[in-house]
């Protein structure tokens, strides 16, 4: 450290100090100089003026040779204790130090020695000065910006001030020009009609003109007084918004200059150690390297264990308001904080994707600690690299509490991968590799949760969860898209006779859930959690197999069948409920002409209000209006392509397209006119008596659900 200007004595604390101990680090006045140079401890300490200290350099004032023994203060130290790790003068070697319980070995010896550890220390130390100076070049430049932050700051909430207070003026101008140019039209108008009749118009007349007056007078004071409440408004946000800027930023930049002060100390402390190291390495006597080693070292590491790893504060940002903001006029204080990319994590990764699912990812933006923060730097930002090749920016909605939203669309199949960045930064894990699949299995055989025991069909929520009429076990079984379960349910009490056994499973446009059950021989109606709402149809069904709610008028279709015989010559009809279970009317009955059942085993309505009969025993689909009109059919018996063999499910798509599960271990997709189009499984995919087929529809792609009943599972198939 330089001398600027004369102090006080540090001996006697009262003289001006004009000599300095190099030693000792101390000044020191004339008088108290003598005793320091005189007396045994001291007098080997060299002493010079403060004005040759100031042109001295670190070497020259480390450059004398001789070093006087503290237990013998007359003798120059010429030996070092090994065992003591001291330098020692010839009297201590007889004395204190004598062999053999000690070890001696001349000054240079030792030297040689504590030089390399000297040198490994002196790099140490200079690394740690180089971080320490980064940290204060980090918080001197946080202090700067900060300080510029809050001038930016400030500046937004004024110029949003300004701005509303202007806007609310001309708004004011407006009306009133509105008004006045309304009153004058009603004047105008009353005076025509005061031409016409003048009597009765000039009483007209004038009280319309009186009425115009005080509307236009009401108007203006309304208007006025809207004025001024938005004025008075807008200034108490604004003062309140740039105090708390002030108070916000004010303890931050003396938090901030704080810091500062103690990294500047810091770095002045392990640069100093850092020269001091240089100075005694190039140009230190043996003598005096051999007895400063101890204080060296413990000085050297003391350095090196600082911490020198800078953390930045949180923010605060003006964030104006919305337009259509109720509460605020200008905006809000926003708190953002420095965001460690390494900690951040994408949440909600699916285990299996199929074209046309969409991926709702979650990404969470955390400091140095893990602690979930609104992040200070740039916006995260998410690019998807499709199967084909091509790349797209995928929109991100900040929640503004640390997490971001993502949704992801797929439309190619093979493999995509996803990339999220944080300030340009990945985000570990990233890119996310992710295959997408023709088909995706949900469930497997058993009783437990997401397990299947003979599933049925399979229906989905607005919220974006599945329903599967879990026959074999008694229950609906509830799970995310993604094939995670979530709840079971099933119902019991004096409805329920025999165990509730679902057959089959619609939903509505409200998402309540129609489900028939076999054993009870009715609807059960329920919400998503399971809770009962009714029941209805123990009148006129015996054996409810299939179920569907029309999608244009909303009404309920059950197919009657004991889903056991098609011999059997008893129900083989269709019953229509309104959604309260009120019964509309029934059609079809025993037979094989058209409009006739054998085994109607599930029902279908698009979006025309056809509706789609598949026939177990008739292998085909039979197509009715809404009159209850037989139209046509759809297949004929066999296993080929465009044939059926014992239908067990049939749904149609949005643009009419029909699908049909049957005996034959496949699912068929035709043309509303009955024209094969594709077979939407493959052999390698195993399906086994499946008995349910959905088209589940998200947003602008489609999905079909599979029961696939023999291997108690659900497949998820793209279409």
Request: aromatic letters at 6%.
């Amino acid at each position: 450290m330089e001398i600027s200007k004369p102090g006080l004595c540090e001996g006697c604390e009262e003289n001006t100090a004009s000599n300095r101990c190099v030693d000792c680090s101390l000044n020191f006045c004339p008088f108290c100089t003598k005793p320091h140079k005189t007396v045994p401890a001291t007098r080997g300490h060299k002493v010079i003026t403060l004005d040759e200290y100031k042109q001295s350099t670190p070497a020259s004032r480390l450059s004398h040779d001789k070093v006087y023994c503290t237990i013998h203060p007359e003798n120059v130290v010429k030996f070092f204790c090994d065992t003591c790790q001291v330098a020692v003068c010839s009297d201590c070697t007889v004395v204190e130090h004598r062999i053999p319980e000690h070890v001696h070995i001349t000054l240079q010896v030792a030297v040689d020695t504590y030089a390399i550890q000297l040198q490994g220390l002196a790099t140490n130390v200079k690394e740690k000065e180089k971080e320490a100076k980064i940290c204060r070049q980090e918080a001197e430049q946080t202090r700067g910006e900060l300080k510029q932050q809050r001038l930016e700051e400030k500046n937004k909430v004024i110029e949003k001030a300004e701005d509303t207070i202007k806007g609310a003026k001309m708004k004011a101008e407006r009306n009133k020009q509105t008004a006045n140019k309304k009153e004058e039209e009603t004047i105008q108008k009353a005076k025509k009609k005061a031409e016409e009749i003048i009597a009765k118009a000039e009483r007209e007349r004038d009280e319309s003109i009186r009425n115009a007056e005080r509307e236009r007078k009401e108007t203006i004071r309304k208007v006025d007084r809207e004025r001024d409440e938005t004025i008075q408004k807008a200034e108490r946000e604004e003062q309140r918004l740039i105090e708390e800027l002030e108070t916000e930023y004010s303890a931050r930049i003396k938090q901030a200059e704080v810091e500062l002060d103690d990294w500047e100390m810091k770095h002045g402390n392990i640069s100093s150690t850092c020269t001091y190291l240089d100075t005694l390495m190039h140009h230190g006597s043996p003598a005096r390297l051999m007895s400063t080693k101890q204080e060296t070292i413990v000085s050297a590491e003391q350095m090196v264990a600082i911490e020198t790893e800078y953390t930045k504060p949180n923010f605060v940002r003006f964030e104006p308001a919305d337009e259509k903001a109720e509460h605020e006029i200008l905006g809000r204080l926003r708190f953002v904080y420095m965001c460690d990319v390494s900690q951040c994590t994408v949440d909600n990764i699916p285990k299996h994707v199929v074209k046309g699912d969409s991926i709702n990812l979650v990404i969470r933006t955390k400091d140095s600690l893990g602690k979930q923060v609104d992040p200070i730097q740039e916006e995260v930002r998410v690019k998807v690299e499709n199967p084909s090749g091509s790349e797209e920016d995928i929109q991100v909605k900040d929640n503004r509490d640390g997490t971001h939203a993502v949704t992801i669309t797929t439309h190619e199949m093979g493999k995509m991968a996803v990339t999220a960045t944080v300030g340009g930064q990945p985000i570990p894990g990233s890119p996310i590799n992710m295959t997408v699949q023709r088909m995706k299995k949900i469930g497997k055989r058993g009783s437990g949760d997401g397990e299947f025991n003979s599933p049925r069909r399979t229906v989905l929520s607005k919220h974006g969860d599945y329903f599967t009429a879990d026959t074999g076990n008694n229950r609906i079984v509830r799970t995310d898209q993604g094939g995670n379960f979530k709840s079971s349910f099933t119902f019991t009490g004096p409805q329920f006779k025999q165990p509730f056994k679902p057959m089959d499973i619609a939903i509505s446009a409200d998402d309540t859930l129609y489900m028939t059950d076999g054993n009870n021989k009715q609807v059960v109606v329920s919400d998503v959690n399971g809770d009962l709402i009714q029941c209805f149809g123990q009148k006129e069904l015996k054996y409810p197999h299939g179920i569907a709610v029309s999608p244009v008028d909303g009404s309920v279709y059950v197919t009657d069948w004991n889903g056991w015989s098609c011999t059997d010559k008893g129900d083989h009809k269709v019953v229509k409920y309104t959604q309260d279970g009120n019964f509309i009317h029934s059609f079809g009955k025993f037979g094989t002409k058209d409009g006739e059942f054998r085994g109607p085993s599930s029902v279908a309505v698009n979006s025309q209000g056809l509706v789609f009969i598949s026939d177990y025993g008739k292998d085909c689909i039979s197509v009715f209006n809404a009159s209850n009109q037989f139209l046509h059919r759809i297949g004929s018996s066999g296993k080929s392509d465009g044939q059926l063999s014992s239908p067990t499910c049939v749904d149609t798509d949005r643009d009419g397209h029909v699908y049909v599960s049957d005996y034959a271990n496949r699912v068929q997709k035709f043309d509303s006119s009955g024209r094969f189009i594709c077979r939407i499984d493959s052999k390698e995919d195993g399906l086994s008596y499946p008995k349910g087929v959905t088209v589940i529809s998200n947003g602008s792609s489609s999905r079909l659900a599979v029961a696939d009943t023999g291997n108690d599972c659900i497949k998820i198939y793209a279409v």
